[in-house]
Protein backbone atom coordinates (compact mmCIF):
# COMPACT_ATOMS: atom_id res chain seq x y z
CA UNK A 1 0.00 0.00 0.00
CA UNK A 2 2.30 2.45 0.81
CA UNK A 3 4.39 1.58 -2.48
CA UNK A 4 1.82 2.00 -4.43
CA UNK A 5 0.74 5.58 -2.97
CA UNK A 6 4.37 6.71 -3.20
CA UNK A 7 4.84 5.72 -7.21
CA UNK A 8 1.82 7.78 -7.41
CA UNK A 9 2.86 11.00 -5.64
CA UNK A 10 6.02 10.45 -7.60
CA UNK A 11 4.20 10.85 -11.00
CA UNK A 12 2.37 13.44 -9.91
CA UNK A 13 5.40 15.44 -8.92
CA UNK A 14 7.07 14.24 -12.40
CA UNK A 15 3.96 15.48 -14.18
CA UNK A 16 4.15 19.04 -11.91
CA UNK A 17 7.86 19.60 -12.63
CA UNK A 18 7.61 18.40 -16.82
CA UNK A 19 4.25 20.67 -16.83
CA UNK A 20 6.50 24.44 -15.08
CA UNK A 21 9.22 23.34 -17.02
CA UNK A 22 7.08 23.90 -20.40
CA UNK A 23 5.31 26.83 -18.84
CA UNK A 24 9.16 28.53 -17.97
CA UNK A 25 10.05 27.63 -21.94
CA UNK A 26 6.98 29.20 -23.19
CA UNK A 27 7.57 32.58 -21.16
CA UNK A 28 11.20 32.17 -21.76
CA UNK A 29 9.83 32.01 -25.76
CA UNK A 30 7.98 34.78 -25.61
CA UNK A 31 10.15 37.19 -23.29
CA UNK A 32 12.67 36.35 -26.08
CA UNK A 33 10.29 37.53 -28.52
CA UNK A 34 9.32 40.72 -26.87
CA UNK A 35 12.84 41.34 -26.33
CA UNK A 36 13.89 41.14 -29.78
CA UNK A 37 10.94 43.71 -30.63
CA UNK A 38 11.86 45.97 -28.36
CA UNK A 39 15.63 45.62 -29.67
CA UNK A 40 14.36 45.85 -33.26
CA UNK A 41 11.81 49.13 -32.73
CA UNK A 42 14.47 50.36 -30.31
CA UNK A 43 17.43 51.10 -33.11
CA UNK A 44 14.50 51.31 -35.71
CA UNK A 45 14.12 54.54 -33.76
CA UNK A 46 17.12 55.59 -32.73
CA UNK A 47 18.89 54.88 -36.50
CA UNK A 48 15.98 56.70 -37.97
CA UNK A 49 16.06 59.48 -35.57
CA UNK A 50 20.11 60.08 -36.70
CA UNK A 51 19.21 59.44 -40.22
CA UNK A 52 17.04 62.44 -40.21
CA UNK A 53 19.02 64.69 -37.98
CA UNK A 54 21.90 63.88 -40.71
CA UNK A 55 19.24 64.87 -43.31
CA UNK A 56 18.69 68.08 -41.80
CA UNK A 57 22.01 68.71 -41.05
CA UNK A 58 23.40 67.97 -44.37
CA UNK A 59 23.14 71.10 -47.33
CA UNK A 60 20.93 69.57 -49.91
CA UNK A 61 22.17 70.72 -53.09
CA UNK A 62 18.73 71.52 -54.91
CA UNK A 63 18.87 74.17 -51.92
CA UNK A 64 22.00 75.54 -53.04
CA UNK A 65 21.18 75.69 -56.80
CA UNK A 66 17.68 77.62 -55.74
CA UNK A 67 19.98 79.89 -53.59
CA UNK A 68 22.43 80.69 -56.16
CA UNK A 69 19.66 81.26 -58.87
CA UNK A 70 17.64 83.84 -56.20
CA UNK A 71 21.28 85.75 -55.94
CA UNK A 72 21.66 85.58 -59.64
CA UNK A 73 17.99 87.58 -59.96
CA UNK A 74 18.58 89.48 -57.36
CA UNK A 75 21.59 90.64 -58.70
CA UNK A 76 19.92 91.29 -62.64
CA UNK A 77 17.06 93.31 -60.69
CA UNK A 78 19.78 95.37 -58.78
CA UNK A 79 21.73 96.34 -62.28
CA UNK A 80 18.24 96.41 -64.14
CA UNK A 81 17.67 99.28 -61.92
CA UNK A 82 21.19 100.75 -61.89
CA UNK A 83 20.28 100.74 -65.63
CA UNK A 84 17.38 102.47 -65.80
CA UNK A 85 18.44 105.03 -63.21
CA UNK A 86 21.44 105.60 -65.48
CA UNK A 87 19.13 106.41 -68.36
CA UNK A 88 16.74 108.36 -66.46
CA UNK A 89 19.90 110.82 -64.87
CA UNK A 90 20.56 112.78 -68.38
CA UNK A 91 23.07 115.15 -68.21
CA UNK A 92 21.22 118.96 -68.19
CA UNK A 93 23.07 119.53 -71.31
CA UNK A 94 21.15 117.23 -73.23
CA UNK A 95 17.38 117.92 -71.04
CA UNK A 96 18.30 121.38 -72.33
CA UNK A 97 18.31 120.41 -75.99
CA UNK A 98 15.69 118.21 -75.83
CA UNK A 99 13.44 120.90 -74.04
CA UNK A 100 14.88 123.32 -76.96
CA UNK A 101 13.81 121.24 -79.41
CA UNK A 102 10.61 120.17 -77.93
CA UNK A 103 9.43 123.93 -78.26
CA UNK A 104 11.23 124.57 -81.72
CA UNK A 105 8.95 121.67 -82.38
CA UNK A 106 5.67 123.55 -80.72
CA UNK A 107 6.67 126.96 -82.54
CA UNK A 108 6.09 125.22 -86.15
CA UNK A 109 3.25 123.50 -84.92
CA UNK A 110 1.39 127.15 -84.05
CA UNK A 111 3.21 128.44 -87.39
CA UNK A 112 1.38 125.66 -89.06
CA UNK A 113 -1.64 125.54 -87.66
CA UNK A 114 -1.70 129.53 -87.60
CA UNK A 115 -1.07 129.20 -91.45
CA UNK A 116 -3.86 127.08 -92.71
CA UNK A 117 -6.18 128.80 -90.02
CA UNK A 118 -5.51 131.98 -92.56
CA UNK A 119 -5.53 129.91 -95.61
CA UNK A 120 -8.73 129.18 -94.44
CA UNK A 121 -9.95 132.39 -94.30
CA UNK A 122 -8.74 133.45 -97.13
CA UNK A 123 -10.79 131.02 -98.49
CA UNK A 124 -13.97 132.18 -96.86
CA UNK A 125 -13.33 135.53 -97.44
CA UNK A 126 -13.13 134.53 -101.64
CA UNK A 127 -15.82 132.49 -101.24
CA UNK A 128 -18.05 135.61 -99.50
CA UNK A 129 -16.49 137.46 -102.48
CA UNK A 130 -17.44 135.10 -104.87
CA UNK A 131 -21.14 134.92 -103.62
CA UNK A 132 -20.78 138.58 -102.66
CA UNK A 133 -20.03 139.07 -107.01
CA UNK A 134 -22.50 136.37 -107.50
CA UNK A 135 -25.33 138.49 -105.81
CA UNK A 136 -24.33 141.59 -107.38
CA UNK A 137 -24.40 139.85 -110.96
CA UNK A 138 -28.14 138.46 -110.48
CA UNK A 139 -28.94 141.95 -109.08
CA UNK A 140 -27.78 143.59 -112.07
CA UNK A 141 -29.83 140.74 -114.39
CA UNK A 142 -32.72 141.20 -112.46
CA UNK A 143 -32.39 144.97 -112.87
CA UNK A 144 -31.94 144.33 -116.48
CA UNK A 145 -34.72 142.40 -116.89
CA UNK A 146 -36.86 144.72 -114.40
CA UNK A 147 -35.76 147.54 -116.68
CA UNK A 148 -36.77 146.30 -119.72
CA UNK A 149 -40.61 145.26 -118.62
CA UNK A 150 -40.41 148.44 -116.04
CA UNK A 151 -43.09 151.12 -116.90
CA UNK A 152 -46.87 150.84 -117.44
CA UNK A 153 -47.86 147.27 -118.97
CA UNK A 154 -50.83 147.35 -121.46
CA UNK A 155 -53.68 144.94 -119.16
CA UNK A 156 -54.11 141.56 -120.52
CA UNK A 157 -58.04 141.77 -120.53
CA UNK A 158 -57.51 144.46 -123.20
CA UNK A 159 -60.70 144.29 -125.38
CA UNK A 160 -62.70 142.26 -122.91
CA UNK A 161 -63.89 144.86 -121.08
CA UNK A 162 -68.05 145.47 -119.94
CA UNK A 163 -69.75 148.66 -119.16
CA UNK A 164 -69.09 149.05 -115.60
CA UNK A 165 -72.31 150.18 -114.96
CA UNK A 166 -74.20 153.80 -114.46
CA UNK A 167 -76.58 155.60 -111.83
CA UNK A 168 -77.09 157.77 -114.12
CA UNK A 169 -80.61 158.18 -115.24
CA UNK A 170 -82.83 159.86 -118.71
CA UNK A 171 -80.86 161.20 -121.33
CA UNK A 172 -76.97 161.41 -121.42
CA UNK A 173 -75.23 164.28 -121.40
CA UNK A 174 -71.27 165.06 -121.31
CA UNK A 175 -70.43 166.23 -118.38
CA UNK A 176 -66.77 166.91 -117.13
CA UNK A 177 -67.11 168.87 -113.90
CA UNK A 178 -64.93 167.23 -111.27
CA UNK A 179 -66.80 165.26 -108.47
CA UNK A 180 -69.84 164.99 -110.72
CA UNK A 181 -71.71 161.88 -111.07
CA UNK A 182 -70.50 161.49 -114.91
CA UNK A 183 -66.69 162.55 -113.88
CA UNK A 184 -66.86 160.05 -111.14
CA UNK A 185 -67.88 156.79 -113.53
CA UNK A 186 -65.44 157.62 -115.83
CA UNK A 187 -62.35 157.69 -113.67
CA UNK A 188 -64.09 154.33 -112.12
CA UNK A 189 -64.06 153.35 -115.91
CA UNK A 190 -60.50 153.89 -116.46
CA UNK A 191 -59.30 152.51 -113.25
CA UNK A 192 -61.10 149.19 -114.67
CA UNK A 193 -58.94 149.24 -117.98
CA UNK A 194 -55.55 149.86 -116.21
CA UNK A 195 -55.81 148.39 -113.05
CA UNK A 196 -54.74 151.62 -111.54
CA UNK A 197 -56.92 152.58 -108.29
CA UNK A 198 -58.23 155.78 -108.01
CA UNK A 199 -56.37 156.71 -104.92
CA UNK A 200 -53.35 156.43 -106.58
CA UNK A 201 -54.19 157.60 -109.89
CA UNK A 202 -53.16 160.80 -111.79
CA UNK A 203 -55.27 162.43 -114.41
CA UNK A 204 -53.33 164.75 -116.57
CA UNK A 205 -55.85 165.41 -119.09
CA UNK A 206 -59.83 163.90 -119.86
CA UNK A 207 -61.48 165.27 -122.65
CA UNK A 208 -64.20 164.49 -125.26
CA UNK A 209 -63.35 161.83 -127.64
CA UNK A 210 -64.62 163.00 -130.88
CA UNK A 211 -68.91 162.65 -129.98
CA UNK A 212 -71.04 162.78 -127.72
CA UNK A 213 -70.62 159.26 -125.87
CA UNK A 214 -66.70 158.72 -125.56
CA UNK A 215 -64.00 160.45 -124.07
CA UNK A 216 -60.14 159.85 -123.86
CA UNK A 217 -58.07 160.54 -120.88
CA UNK A 218 -54.38 160.66 -119.91
CA UNK A 219 -53.62 159.11 -116.39
CA UNK A 220 -50.72 157.15 -114.70
CA UNK A 221 -49.15 156.60 -111.23
CA UNK A 222 -47.01 160.27 -110.83
CA UNK A 223 -43.99 158.00 -110.90
CA UNK A 224 -44.40 156.71 -114.48
CA UNK A 225 -46.02 160.23 -115.74
CA UNK A 226 -43.38 160.35 -119.05
CA UNK A 227 -45.19 157.09 -119.70
CA UNK A 228 -48.75 157.47 -119.45
CA UNK A 229 -52.03 155.35 -120.41
CA UNK A 230 -53.94 157.10 -123.30
CA UNK A 231 -57.64 155.71 -122.42
CA UNK A 232 -60.74 155.61 -124.60
CA UNK A 233 -63.81 154.70 -123.29
CA UNK A 234 -67.14 154.90 -124.72
CA UNK A 235 -71.09 155.29 -122.69
CA UNK A 236 -73.39 152.80 -123.07
CA UNK A 237 -77.14 153.92 -122.64
CA UNK A 238 -78.22 152.63 -119.29
CA UNK A 239 -75.12 150.36 -118.83
CA UNK A 240 -72.28 153.14 -117.84
CA UNK A 241 -69.32 153.85 -120.04
CA UNK A 242 -67.18 150.89 -120.94
CA UNK A 243 -63.28 151.16 -121.95
CA UNK A 244 -62.93 150.09 -125.35
CA UNK A 245 -58.85 151.05 -125.92
CA UNK A 246 -55.67 151.42 -123.97
CA UNK A 247 -52.02 152.25 -124.70
CA UNK A 248 -48.97 153.15 -123.13
CA UNK A 249 -47.88 156.55 -124.65
CA UNK A 250 -43.85 157.41 -124.73
CA UNK A 251 -44.12 160.56 -123.88
CA UNK A 252 -46.45 162.69 -121.49
CA UNK A 253 -48.19 166.14 -123.64
CA UNK A 254 -48.92 167.35 -119.94
CA UNK A 255 -45.76 167.70 -118.48
CA UNK A 256 -42.73 169.35 -118.67
Known amino acids: MNNNNNRGFGEDTRFELRKRRKMNRILNTAIGIVAALVLFFGGTLFFGGNEQVAEQDSPD ?4 VATEEEADE ?6 MEENEVEEHAVPEEADTVAYEEEEND ?3 EENEEAREEEEEEADSDGDDAADEREEEEAREDSDEEGSEI ?8 EGDWEPIGT ?3 GSFTHNFSSGSQNWNEMEMAMEYATGISRDDMTIWRLENGGNATTAVGTVGLYEERHQPYRVTIEFIEGEGWKPVNVEVLDGNPYTN
Open 106 to 108: EAI
Open 74 to 79: NLNEDT
Open 61 to 64: PADD
Open 150 to 157: DGPQIPEN
Open 167 to 169: EQS
